[in-house]
């Protein structure tokens, strides 16, 4: 596709229930990263992904979240038994590469997380 | 150490005015030091970037003032414009140890009036 594109767009989910987000990053890129933004507050990493390599998962703040991506194509960050304070914002992104500094990297819109 | 600190959280500004917004940092690692502008509801997109082995780059209205032995760093917007009213992050990324991540500041939200 054209850019980064992520679904749903808003989510509204119950406390303790599990939601998956999906991410399909631009074509050709091999290096997909996730991010989370808090309402009014700056991006926190999340995991990053380099074709075939090991993840990096230093940003996963618990073991409630886990990320996937099959080989160079989407991925899926779930949540596991949600909790109030995981409302925010998940943004994902992608770069035509990665393992440097530099490569400009592209945002989707992002998937609205609402937990009640 | 890999914080990048932003100021000031919010900015109010006149058309035509010069919005300035700073970043500083620690790790003397980073070497890629790019903005985005984010625009409610969308996601953030690369405004422009700088290395440090440079003092200053434009890209039209836009411009990166950077001091590296002060470690810090600044976006200035020339002849700003209502259109430009957005929330803008600094970031920082670091060689090819690195996954290539950014850190990002905590952002600044920019207003220009009319």
């Known amino acids: 596709g054209a850019g980064v594109s992520q679904s749903p767009s808003n989510k509204v989910t119950e406390k303790g229930k599990d939601v998956e987000l999906r991410c399909d990053p631009i074509s050709g890129h091999t290096a997909l990263y996730w991010y989370r933004q808090r309402l009014g507050q700056g991006l926190e990493f999340l995991i990053y992904?380099?074709?075939?390599?090991?993840?990096?998962k230093s940003g996963l703040p618990s073991d409630r979240f886990s990320a996937e991506r099959t080989g160079e194509s989407v991925s899926t960050l779930t949540i596991q038994r949600t909790q109030q304070e995981d409302s925010a914002v998940y943004l994902c992104a992608s770069s035509l590469v990665g393992g440097n500094s530099g490569n400009t990297i592209y945002f989707g819109e992002g998937s609205w997380l609402t937990v009640v | 150490q890999q914080q990048v600190k932003q100021s000031p959280q919010s900015l109010i500004v006149q058309k035509g005015g010069i919005p300035i917004i700073n970043c500083a940092y620690e790790n003397t690692a980073f070497d890629y030091f790019p903005w985005y502008q984010q625009f409610p509801g969308k996601g953030p997109a690369l405004l422009i970037a700088i290395r440090p082995d440079v003092s200053e780059k434009k890209e039209g209205r836009f411009t990166i003032s950077f001091n590296k032995s002060a470690k810090q760093f600044s976006l200035h917007i020339m002849d700003s414009q209502p259109g430009d009213s957005a929330t803008y992050f600094c970031a920082a990324s670091w060689g090819s140890s690195n996954t290539g991540k950014l850190i990002f500041g905590q952002g600044t939200t920019l207003q220009v009036k009319p």
């Open positions: 992904f380099q074709g075939n390599s090991a993840p990096d």
